[in-house]
């Protein structure tokens, strides 16, 4: 168990629809990071927030976005949903502080698999 | 950009046999690089990591050096079991724009079979 939470495990929605997924991080770590796993594209690195901010973005979609609450929890919302969207989206969680030395190990969450019929 | 290049699977071994996946990189800096292994149904969990060039990472009999001059970072086990089926991905990070952004960039995988 990472101690990374992931909710919910399973989603079937279908086209046009809007989800939010929810991830809680390992208590103490300040950074969140979401990354999409599909067949054809891989494990792609979607955005991440470090204490309530967003940090860096990757190959996330417009009709994505994500947000990072006083708590440390995100969440990622996914609208306009398309069959492609179909996918296992992951969460992750590390340290990240302002003073690491940049090599902070990620821990994965279970992953919420999306169904877009 | 940064990019991963491992091995393309599935690759199956029988009980006791050494493992090999190959993994090269694409980065502009000097990266970390991370073993992952994902079993079925599950998330993905950190097998081992080096952080600097020459750095050999060692978890549950699994090995990786870091090779600057031939940019590579291969996973090796000297004898694998059932117990390892699993898909294995090769990952870099690197510091991106600001401080904490250490995101992970990842190989396609590499499927695991033993067979007793």
């Known amino acids: 168990d990472s101690g990374v939470t992931q909710t919910p495990k399973h989603l079937i929605t279908a086209t046009g629809q809007r989800v939010t997924l929810r991830c809680s991080p390992r208590s103490g770590d300040l950074s969140v990071y979401w990354y999409q796993q599909s067949l054809d594209q891989g494990l792609q690195f979607l955005i991440q927030?470090?204490?309530?901010?967003?940090?860096a973005k990757g190959n996330i979609l417009e009709r994505f976005s994500a947000q990072q609450f006083p708590d440390l929890h995100s969440e990622l919302n996914l609208s306009s949903l398309e069959l492609g969207d179909s996918a296992l989206y992951f969460c992750?969680?590390?340290?990240?502080?302002?003073?690491?030395?940049?090599?902070?190990?990620?821990?994965f969450g279970p992953g919420t698999r999306l169904t877009v019929l | 950009g940064n990019s991963v290049t491992q091995m393309e699977g599935p690759v199956t071994l029988s009980e006791e046999a050494f493992l090999t996946i190959n993994c090269t990189y694409t980065?502009?800096?000097?990266?970390?690089l991370f073993w992952y292994v994902q079993y079925p149904g599950e998330g993905l969990q950190l097998l081992l990591k080096?952080?600097?060039?020459?750095d050999k990472g060692s978890n549950k009999g699994f090995e990786a050096t870091y090779r600057k001059e031939t940019t590579s970072f291969h996973l090796e086990k000297g004898s694998v079991q059932v117990s390892d089926s699993a898909v294995y991905f090769c990952?870099?990070?690197?510091?991106?724009?600001?401080?904490?952004?250490?995101?992970?960039?990842f190989g396609k995988g590499t499927k695991l079979s033993v067979i007793p």
């Open positions: 990952a870099l990070s690197e510091g991106g724009s600001g401080a904490g952004s250490y995101q992970l960039t």
């Open positions: 080096a952080t600097k060039a020459d």
């Open positions: 927030y470090y204490n309530g901010e967003e940090r």
């Open positions: 992750a969680s590390s340290v990240a502080t302002f003073h690491s030395s940049g090599r902070n190990e990620q821990f």
């Open positions: 980065a502009t800096g000097y990266p970390s």
